[in-house]
């Protein structure tokens, strides 16, 4: 706190000190009639517009990344929010949408979009992340910056129905153990997922920060499965089937296994881990000068809450707790914040953190021990960023 105070003070004497004639005649000019009302708001003309970057031409099947180190808060804006798709964004009239339980359940069930909102709702905040991202950490030359190496991972307020209200009301019959979701998509993407997951914290979502899904993100339906990779969230969903065992479909067998170092591959690794990156100062950007500098970051756990965050500033010798931003809500970004004086030295900087669970963000070469390197999903890996004399940020591994 006494470091805080000591930043805070100091950055208001020199904002002070810069404080001109001009700017206070500046502020004196009448003001003039703006422009008019709008149906839909839109972004000051003098902020950079902050962009989606996709990672293949192929657009039916790819993905965009979220440029988290343009945003601010935990929240992503829905436009913002990472997309991946198998094929294509379908269009998909709610009014002719519906969603079908069946399977082993005593009252199969299909309910239309009116139907489902009729019914008890909750709003949550919660990460989404890819398997898939930051798989470039895996090799010897990773993403250069943040969009690229970290961008399938976002954070939005999902608002919708607990689909354990729905399986309760189909009367789930006994030694059922897991649930067949499948998407509207034209690929019929489906993924199994434990029974016992969708009776505690799965929602079936109709609404992203306050608006209605977008179609990228499986408008009309889709669920939110808090904590668990990025796939079995089934977008555009119509289908779930309870049933007594997984359905090893293409997605969770050909796709989102990892391969280990003895050539077994690993299956429904659901929880995504805790994991941390700076975002500011972070590679591609620049400190403009010498001084005061606040590091700022995001941190995120599928097992629950974040409990702390450390950051070295000196490529990992010693490690120092960073603020942690207040409410931290369980499986969704949390805000970090470290004040730093940069005086031109070079430095590498990086963060981790720690889980509710005590889970410890592992180091690269730790994570690569266990895992081996043929992997290309679930890398939650520490990173590392360089501060170079002039100001200037790169990737370590770049």
Excluded at 184 to 211: F, H, W
Excluded at 295 to 312: D, P
Aim: hydrophobic share 35%; charged share 25%; glycine share 10%.
């Amino acid at each position: 706190m006494d470091n805080r105070r000591t930043f805070l003070a100091a950055a208001g004497a020199v904002l002070a000190a810069c404080a001109t004639k001009k700017d206070v005649e500046a502020d004196a000019e009448p003001s003039r009639i703006g422009k008019p009302l709008k149906a839909y708001g839109e972004r000051a003309p003098f902020e950079k517009i902050a962009r989606l970057t996709p990672t293949t031409k192929q657009m039916e099947n790819g993905a965009t990344r979220t440029p988290l180190a343009d945003l601010h808060g935990i929240i992503t804006p829905s436009s913002l929010h990472f997309e991946r798709h198998h094929s294509g964004v379908p269009e998909i009239d709610p009014a002719k949408h519906q969603l079908m339980i069946h399977g082993m359940v005593d009252r199969p069930l299909v309910f239309t979009m009116d139907e489902l909102k009729r019914l008890p709702s909750v709003s949550r905040i919660h990460f989404v992340e890819c398997s898939g991202n930051s798989g470039s950490e895996w090799g010897a030359k990773s993403a250069p910056d943040v969009q690229r190496g970290f961008g399938l991972a976002s954070c939005s307020e999902w608002t919708g129905v607990p689909l354990a209200l729905l399986l309760a009301e189909a009367g789930v019959q006994k030694g059922a153990t897991w649930l067949h979701a499948e998407g509207a998509d034209a690929c019929k993407m489906t993924r199994s997922i434990p029974i016992d997951k969708g009776l505690k914290d799965i929602l079936l979502v109709y609404g992203q920060n306050g608006e209605s899904l977008r179609p990228e993100q499986g408008y009309p339906l889709r669920l939110l499965v808090p904590g668990w990779e990025g796939n079995v969230n089934v977008k555009w969903v119509h289908r779930i089937k309870v049933s007594d065992q997984p359905q090893y479909a293409r997605d969770e067998t050909a796709h989102y296994t990892d391969l280990m170092a003895d050539g077994k591959a690993r299956i429904f690794t659901f929880d995504m881990d805790a994991k941390s990156v700076i975002t500011n100062p972070s590679g591609g950007q620049k400190i403009g000068s010498q001084g005061l500098f606040e590091i700022r970051g995001l941190a995120w756990s599928g097992r629950g809450r974040i409990e702390k965050v450390e950051v070295t500033l000196d490529g990992g010798k010693t490690w120092k707790p960073a603020q942690v931003d207040e409410v931290r809500h369980r499986m969704a970004f949390t805000r970090f914040r470290m004040p730093w004086k940069f005086d031109g030295t070079e430095t590498v900087i990086a963060s981790r953190a720690i889980d509710e669970t005590g889970y410890v963000q592992p180091l690269r070469d730790d994570l690569i021990e266990v895992r081996g390197k043929n992997s290309q999903y679930h890398n939650n890996a520490v990173k590392f960023w360089k501060v170079n004399a002039d100001g200037s940020v790169k990737n370590v591994e770049a």
